[in-house]
């Protein structure tokens, strides 16, 4: 005995000849995309894939804060060296203590 599978359908989008998609209006306003709008399309499984709005951020983008980077001098660079170097020299130390 065959099991069947029961899933809701939503709009059906139709493929044209020119392999071209037309998505329903009801998906475009819950979506609030238009033309012009990018979509990108994510493997998930065999036969299955998702898409989002690439022309908008992702959920949760803009959480971490943005890092402004600004030139660095020789010296600030030399005392960055210089620092680890003088931390991993305590390690070194710690680790031959230990040994004792």
């Known amino acids: 005995m065959a099991s069947h599978c029961f899933r809701t359908v939503g709009p059906i989008a139709t493929i044209d000849e020119g392999l071209q998609i037309t998505i329903p209006e ?7 995309i238009g033309p012009g709008d990018k979509v990108e399309f994510f493997h998930v499984a065999a036969d299955e894939f998702l898409f989002y709005v690439a022309t908008r951020p992702l959920p949760g983008s803009g ?24 931390a991993e020299l305590k390690a070194l130390k ?7």
């Open 94 to 100: 710690r680790q031959r203590k230990q040994k004792k």
């Open 26 to 32: 009801k998906v475009l306003e819950a979506l609030r």
């Open 63 to 86: 959480i971490l804060p943005v890092r402004v980077r600004r030139p660095v001098t020789i010296d600030e660079m030399n005392h960055t060296f210089s620092s680890m170097e003088r």
